[in-house]
């Protein structure tokens, strides 16, 4: 029975991870802004932050699987 939320959990923080990873990376390589009136830097590095965590958070709930 909880192997179903978990799956689905995993699977919604690894495409939300690796969404807004690869958004981000398309924002700083045309050198547009990530978040519009903050610096570019640290925008772009809580961005990625949250995306790693998020990639991560994905991959400890489907090895829990």
């Known amino acids: 029975m ?3 939320p978990a799956i689905f959990a995993g699977v919604v ?3 939300f991870g690796s969404g807004l ?3 981000t ?3 700083v390589r045309h050198q547009e802004p990530v978040a519009h009136g903050v610096s570019p ?3 772009a590095t809580v961005a990625s ?3 790693l965590i998020a990639l991560a958070l ?3 709930c489907l090895t829990r699987v």
């Open 13 to 15: 923080f690894a495409l």
């Open 21 to 23: 990873l690869v958004w």
């Open 49 to 51: 932050l949250v995306a």
């Open 25 to 27: 990376a398309a924002r």
């Open 58 to 60: 994905g991959t400890w």
């Open 41 to 43: 830097v640290a925008s």
């Open 2 to 4: 909880e192997n179903g």
